[in-house]
């Protein structure tokens, strides 16, 4: 089965609506939650740019978008 993750140093845009929206970070881990029936579930923490946090924020999949890939983002899992 092959799905599209993101590989870790992938630059992304935070999407969500959260306070977080419209933000740029670099994806520092992928937690991958993998179900025989159906497609793996991913939780990037990313290393936001332009806040004053100190430590990364983790966000679903579906929360987060590509700008930069720094590998192949396609995994067999």
Not at 24 to 51: H, M, R, S, W
Request: glycine share 6%; charged share 20%; net charge negative.
């Amino acid at each position: 089965m092959q799905t599209n993750v993101l590989p870790v140093g992938s630059l992304v845009d935070v999407i969500s609506y959260s306070p977080f929206r419209g933000l740029k970070g670099t994806v520092q881990t992928v937690n991958t939650i993998a179900d025989e029936a159906e497609e793996p579930f991913c939780f990037y923490l990313v290393a936001l740019e332009g806040t004053q946090l100190q430590e990364p924020v983790w966000f679903e999949h579906d929360e987060v978008e590509a700008v930069e890939v720094l590998a192949s983002p396609l995994v067999d899992l």
